[in-house]
């Protein structure tokens, strides 16, 4: 059975020509416009509202494409998958650093990096002999893969945060570099530049290890009298070593002050023996140079002070 057509437009007759070309007429006769300021006029309308419906359009797009990137965070056990993505990555060199979370110390990643390691050959080979890891293919796939992470809160995305912000005392001046405070963002998006986090420690057999030997080593003091002959005397010339050392450290302090004192008013400014010996240095540069004279406090400064316009210059 055939379908009806519609009927082709017909174009307007000349009487309905005029007719709208009159009503064109009374409208810009009320609005004190002529006929060509007023089809302008309508023209200009029409073109707003068609931009406006566009960036309308667009903006939809953009929110549907954002809400399509935001994982929503749903606490709960971490699905295998997840668990097995998460020690595999962990096991990678995805550069972290060191990064404080509510007081904690986290390690942090890009996830250009986790996202480069799962679309690498060494994923492929993980995934032929773990069939428990999920399958990568694309770009697109990797961030699926990736989302498995934050829905089960073993890697969270988080910003740089200054923890002093809102607070009426000034910022400490020690402030170690490199080392951000960072707070968990709400929406779990997987983009190339941001950073996540680690929850997930992974196995802990490097923490049991030390628990284990730190316990052995309290067992063995505690069982000291069962020791046999030989070690114990052993151990007690050890222990009688280690004492003459010490005492020997503090003769050589009350010994390098006394000189000290006796030079300031001989030979001023005064020498010192081992003058790096309670300096911020290595154990073997304590003991390095065997002397030297008391620097003054104004060389000190000048020192501080060409040091600085030295940096500044260097930086400019």
């Not at 000349?14 to 409208?27: H, L, S, T, Y």
């Amino acid at each position: 059975m055939a379908t009806p057509q519609a009927p082709p437009q017909q174009p307007p007759t000349p009487q309905q020509i005029q007719a709208m070309q009159r009503q064109i007429a009374a409208e810009a006769a009320k609005n004190n416009m002529s006929v060509e300021q007023y089809v302008a006029q309508i023209k200009a309308q029409a073109m707003r509202a068609q931009q406006q419906q566009q960036q309308q359009q667009g903006d939809h797009q953009h929110q549907h494409q954002q809400q399509s990137q935001q994982v929503p965070i749903n606490p709960g056990p971490p699905s295998p998958q997840a668990l097995a993505l998460a020690n595999w990555l962990r096991n990678q060199d995805l550069k972290t650093r060191t990064c404080i979370l509510e007081g904690n110390r986290k390690d942090m990643f890009r996830v250009k990096r986790a996202l480069r390691a799962l679309q690498s050959p060494a994923y492929a080979a993980a995934c032929a002999k773990n069939p428990t890891l999920p399958v990568v293919t694309s770009r697109a796939t990797a961030e699926e893969t990736f989302k498995l992470l934050p829905l089960s809160l073993l890697a969270l995305r988080v910003s740089k945060h200054d923890p002093h912000e809102g607070h009426n005392h000034a910022k400490p001046k020690k402030r170690t570099k490199g080392l951000w405070t960072v707070k968990v963002e709400q929406q779990q998006d997987v983009r190339d530049d941001v950073h996540f986090i680690w929850i997930h420690e992974g196995p802990q057999w490097k923490t049991k290890l030390y628990a284990a030997g730190a316990l052995a080593v309290i067992l063995a003091v505690v069982l000291f009298p069962l020791w046999p002959v030989k070690l114990r005397i052993g151990v007690w010339y050890l222990s009688m070593g280690m004492l003459g050392l010490i005492g020997l450290f503090f003769v050589m302090a009350i010994f390098r002050l006394i000189l000290f004192c006796i030079t300031m008013f001989a030979v001023p400014p005064g020498l010192w023996l081992y003058p790096n010996l309670f300096e911020d240095v290595g154990f073997f540069d304590s003991f390095r140079p065997l002397w030297g004279w008391q620097e003054e406090k104004k060389k000190k400064k000048r020192k501080g002070k060409e040091g600085g316009v030295a940096e500044g210059k260097k930086e400019q």
